[in-house]
């Protein structure tokens, strides 16, 4: 009970996180000509509150973060999301299936539940895909599910935290890169580099099953029970759904590591991992409503800590706006080279000053 009171006083704000799924349900309650509602909240309405509202810079006190780190009321608030992504997808299903409503009205629906399946379902496994438990990683699993993604937890804490801000990494957008040609090379390429992954670590683990064909065989499955049970229409407008939430998880890791390089020394060992080799933010409601995702720079520093623990850490590098802007921003190429380049050149010409 001390624990709960203590979250209810301090921590109360990370149940604006469950935002979204509000809005999307509250959407499906109106009707269809509320479906849009959801991408309006995401894509206007948060970023333009961003602008208003005041940036954090403030910490967790570091005695605080092992207490912090096993209060089970973070757990469960992140374990909820599995049973929200499939009633929203399960309520998308039956919605996507009746004949009554119109096919520009579903692909509304399908963008809307992407919204759904990128936040509350990538966003939370990527958080829960760091943590060591099995039973956390199946439930990452079950998030990634409706993207068509499971392998994304095997490249992601194999390959990219390893590999970040190289030229090696296929989730480090490449200065001058636009989102649309990083989507195609990063989606190709994860999946690539998941396969070579897999490979090594079975090896190493001596053990003779493939996680990323099983992965697939789910993914199949669960195209076949959709088309069984809801239809033809329903499956696409799924799949559509899939691509959605996809190419925002790509958008993320577009402007999360935009243009950033670590140096090679003389023998071409790349540099450790430091907070400047990830673009940062610290705009209050983006942090709140994607469980400290944009708090970028501590998670690459230490992978391990838990959302509530994440720290702003100087010098990191600050994103104009917060994620759900940004994205905004990256998909207007010369507007965001514009702004970006020079902001990360300052970024750059600041560190040497203070060298």
């Known amino acids: 009970m001390n624990q709960v009171k203590a979250f209810l006083f301090q921590d109360a704000k990370y149940f604006l996180a469950l935002l979204f799924p509000a809005v999307f349900f509250l959407s499906l309650y109106l009707g269809p000509?509320?479906?849009a509602l959801m991408a309006i909240v995401a894509f206007v309405i948060l970023p333009l509150m961003e602008i208003v509202f005041p940036r954090y810079t403030t910490n967790v006190d570091t005695s605080l973060e092992p207490y912090r780190a096993k209060l089970w009321i973070f757990d469960l608030l992140l374990y909820s999301n599995v049973l929200i992504v499939y009633i929203a997808l399960g309520c998308g299903l039956f919605l996507f299936s009746d004949p009554s409503i119109g096919i520009f009205s579903k692909s509304?629906?399908?963008?809307s539940l992407g919204i759904i399946l990128s936040t509350s379902g990538i966003n939370v496994a990527h958080e829960l895909g760091h943590r060591n438990s099995k039973f956390e990683k199946i439930l990452a699993s079950l998030l990634l599910l409706?993207?068509?993604?499971?392998?994304f937890t095997i490249e992601h804490n194999y390959g990219h935290h390893l590999l970040v801000a190289t030229p090696k990494d296929p989730a480090t957008a490449r200065k001058n890169e636009t989102v649309y040609a990083f989507w195609f090379r990063s989606i190709y390429n994860v999946f690539l580099s998941s396969i070579k992954i897999e490979s090594t670590l079975m090896k190493k683990e001596n053990r003779d099953f493939n996680?990323?064909?099983?992965y697939l065989f789910i993914e199949v499955v669960y195209i076949a029970l959709i088309y069984i049970?809801?239809?033809?229409?329903?499956?696409l407008m799924a799949i559509v759904a899939g691509v959605?939430?996809?190419?925002?998880?790509?958008?993320?890791?577009y402007i999360e590591h935009y243009g950033i390089v670590r140096k090679q020394n003389g023998s071409g060992k790349y540099?450790?991992?430091?907070?400047?080799h990830s673009w940062n933010s610290n705009h209050s409601l983006g942090r709140i409503v994607l469980y400290e995702l944009t708090r970028h720079s501590d998670h690459h520093f230490k992978s391990t800590r838990k959302f509530q623990n994440l720290r702003h850490l100087d010098p990191s590098p600050q994103l104009l706006t917060g994620y759900p802007g940004s994205i905004i921003l990256s998909l207007i190429p010369p507007l965001w080279f514009s702004l970006m380049n020079r902001r990360y050149d300052q970024f750059e010409a600041s560190l040497e000053k203070a060298q």
């Open 244 to 253: 959605v939430s996809l190419l925002l998880l790509e958008s993320i890791n």
């Open 33 to 35: 000509s509320y479906y």
């Open 211 to 214: 996680r990323i064909y099983i």
């Open 108 to 111: 509304i629906l399908a963008v």
């Open 271 to 276: 540099e450790s991992v430091k907070p400047k």
């Open 146 to 151: 409706p993207s068509f993604y499971m392998h």
């Open 229 to 235: 049970f809801f239809g033809p229409m329903a499956l």
